[in-house]
Nanobody, 120 residues
Framework: QVQLVDTGGGLVQAGGSLRLSCAVS????????MGWYRQAPGNQRELVAG???????NYADSVKGRFTISRDNAKNTVYLQMNSLKPEDTAVYYC??????????????WGQGTQVTVSS
């Protein structure tokens, strides 16, 4: 079983910072590719940042240079450090885990979401 609990959202002023955390249960964390997605009202859910089981990262163009994704395998936790926040970053942020059972079988797991609101 894989369960995700994402926390750390809140209300901040433009230019401020937040750190999101995603705690992953189970014993296969090192085998999971992890990511942070966000969804604003009326918009589709989009990938913000991802990190593979090998530590390779990727970011949406809109957050490059401002957000940093990292993982602590000893704590089974993935983080999203968000700096220089903008009002357009306002959304519900969701932690995601990809479990690859084989080349043809994959499972996705989602956290419950945490609200990030950036005021201007």
């Amino acid at each position: 079983q894989v369960q995700l609990v994402d926390t750390g959202g809140g209300l901040v002023q433009a230019g401020g910072s937040l750190r999101l955390s995603c705690a992953v249960s189970g014993s296969i964390f090192t085998l999971l590719d992890m990511g942070w997605y966000r969804q604003a009202p009326g918009n589709q859910r989009e990938l913000v940042a991802g990190i593979t089981r090998g530590g390779i990262t990727n970011y949406a163009d809109s957050v490059k240079g401002r957000f940093t994704i990292s993982r602590d395998n000893a704590k089974n936790t993935v983080y999203l450090q968000m700096n220089s926040l903008k009002p357009e970053d306002t959304a519900v942020y969701y932690c995601n885990a990809l479990r690859m059972l084989s080349l043809g079988t994959k499972l996705n797991y989602w956290g419950q979401g945490t609200q990030v609101t950036v005021s201007s």
